[in-house]
């Protein structure tokens, strides 16, 4: 038996013949293969004192199962015994069963696939041998044996999409891929520029792509919500024609479900990833003003859909079904294009794979980051003689956030920002912060000596030897800079997300390890560094005006060149990194991994006060930065930066700034602007867009604007006989008019221009105008003559 490369696709388990069956597909150079691992025993823990209680209990309950005492402890050092079952089924039953009978059962939530994966550390990539046997589109193993391995896949990828009336009958389907392109539709041949593959009806659709599947057997389905749309549509239309949709490998059917309580829906194509663009790019940590495919494609290749309005894309789409199908084609595959080449683009496909193999996650997981922890750390904790805490998400202490300093308002000259570079993970890193860490640290004295623990907060404190975590951080530390130097986007992009969720995991009580003093012990260590280095800023005669969780904000109180701007942030970093150094050496006996970095020199910058208050303000500023060709104005947390501001209000503030920044004066343009947008100049630009963050019906007491459009939206939907659009949540664009909110798309009354003038352009006006020794109003008001 030759060893073999292989990538995960999918994993499966059930209960057969008394045992149990894992079925692994990979992806590999000679094709998709299908593992099969039996006889895998379900394990979860008890306490080794309730053997002889759960026993009885099993046996009265005629389950075979077996108690092994085990040399593994609890995090109270308190023997385990693990309870081996030889079904899914058993292992559930005796469970539940111990569990009613007030008897401590640990680890039994987690999968069998989860835990022979991760306790063999494979993640996403293996190599493994079996026995071999070909199929015709694949080749199965049998007693396979699997362990880590380095394989990168060529994944085989098409990107699908429907169309569909607006009562779910399906008209065609579009494939792109670069094995095939077509649009299989309903109809009669007639020519057309789009491969065409005919059909019937709608039944024979359904078949056709079934076909297609088999002939090209693509590894992954990419889509725009394609699970929650696409394939729960198709499953709809497939069930209304009494029959199954055989879209997996081995000639297996798809399945379809939706969670009750999440209402998450997921969708099974064994042998085959599904991959929602929309998912994946939230994944990624990309954010778009506006998740519509048309947006997102706009945004990122500067193209999008030939039809984006909701109401006149439907119509088409009905006009083009009857009249024109060649049209609707072309449509078609263009939305399936615009999927490949946003993928593409983004590298999002590179970067799920990279994560796959960091973490062991699955390709078409959403976040994970509590699943990909644990992928990491259980198996460590085992060998090092612990199970892991069950989760505790009743009674639990919050720990405090990021630090975010009270700022100073002003107009000021030269900026800088000093960062500490990935602040949190470098804490737990420097710190030695880890879950067994903590509970073998507190069996010590605190101190600073080699046999003595780290000083945490509220209680926490840490073995300088016993832990994983600072390791692992270490590690992807590392890979992290190599992927920079190897100019490896994805890799890196994943290593960082994957670094900066171990804080977020030990502070959720979603996850077993929670524990407020490993939370605490990193964000009020954050907190400590960034008051300190704040005291040594100021030390050296310069002004402190904002600080954010990592992030600390320099006054050279006076305005700078870029060179001396520079040379000044280079000295602060060398100071800062050198004191921090020196300071947990002789307070701690530590290695300090702080590194602060110098990341920006604003030419002009504003932080303003919060509104109708001289407060200053937090998580909101402004700042010039760069020169000539390359100067631009950053927003953070201003009207510019934010999606419920009209682009009236956001026209106006870059403008407004960039005067005010040049050392321009803005009375004329903001008079003017007020004039034009009186005179309906910028009626285009008056366009608020929010989002319906419940189902209409259950705005009951305050109505806000958005609901009242989104209401009025569907009351002439329905007189009209159009779909209703706004009732489960969703996206509204509307204007305000004299008579109130009115949706964009049906508006009849004249536009409120006094309500933009007072609501979008004064608020902007008055968060610099007093800066500079103006007003507003007084700019706005009306010019007395002399008679």
Known sequence: MSVTQGFILSCSTKDRSGMTQIDIWASTESGPAKLTIDKEKPVFFILAEDIDAATRIASSSNLLVTFSSLDLTTFDDQPVAACYSPTIRTSQLISERLSAANIL???????????????????????????????????????????????????????????????????????????????????????????????????????????????????????????????????????????????????????????????????????????????????????????????????????????????????????????????????????????????????????????????????????????AFTNLYLPQLHRAGYVAPNLHSENWLASPGGYVMDSIPDLYGSVLVLDFKSLYPSIIRTFLIDPMGMIEGLKLEVGKESTQAVAGFRGGQFHREKHFLPAMIEHLWQARDVAKQNNEQAFSQAIKIIMNSFYGVLGSSGCRFFDTRLASSITMRGHEIMKQTKVLVENKGYQVIYGDTDSTFISLNGTYSKQNADKIGTELVTHINQWWKEHLLNEFGLTSYLEVEYETHYRKFLMPTIRGSETGSKKRYAGLIGEGTNETIIFKGLESARTDWTPLSQRFQQRLYDLIFHDKPPEDYVRHFVEQTKDGVFDTELVYRKRLRRKLHEYQKNIPPQVRAARMADEINAQLGRPLQYQNKGVIEYVITVNGPEPQEYVKSPIDYQHYIDKQLKPIGDAILPFIGLDFDTLCAPQLGLF
């Open 105 to 371: 059962v640990l680890e039994s939530d987690i999968k069998l696939t989860e835990r022979y994966l991760m306790e063999r550390y494979l993640k996403g990539s293996i190599e493994f041998i079996g026995v071999e046997s070909n199929h015709t589109s694949y080749r199965q193993y049998t007693q396979v044996k699997c362990r880590p391995g380095n394989y990168i896949p060529e994944l085989k990828v098409v990107s699908l999409d429907i169309e569909c009336s607006e009562k779910g009958v399906l008209y065609s389907i579009g494939l792109d891929s670069p094995m095939d392109s077509r649009v299989i539709m309903i109809g009669e041949n007639e020519p057309a520029e789009t491969a065409i593959q005919w059909v019937k009806d709608e039944n024979a659709l359904l078949s056709a792509l079934c076909e297609w599947f088999a002939t090209f057997d693509p590894d992954v389905i990419i889509g725009w919500s394609v699970i929650d749309f696409d394939f729960k549509l198709l499953h709809r239309r497939a069930e209304f024609h009494n029959r199954p949709l055989h879209l997996g490998r081995a000639s297996q059917a798809s399945s379809f479900r939706t969670a009750k309580q999440s209402q998450q829906s997921f969708v099974n194509i064994p042998g085959r990833v599904v991959i929602d663009g929309i998912d994946g790019l939230k994944t990624a940590t990309f954010s778009f003003p506006s998740w519509s495919l048309e947006s997102v494609s706009q945004t990122l290749l500067g193209e999008g859909k030939a039809i984006h309005n909701v109401h006149s894309r439907m119509d088409e789409i009905n006009f083009m079904f009857k009249k024109d199908k060649p049209a609707l084609a072309k449509y078609n595959l263009q939305d399936c294009a615009l999927v490949s080449r946003i993928f593409k683009h983004t590298h999002l496909l590179d970067f799920l794979i990279e994560r796959s193999r960091l973490t062991g996650l699955a390709l078409d997981r959403i976040g994970g980051s509590v699943a």
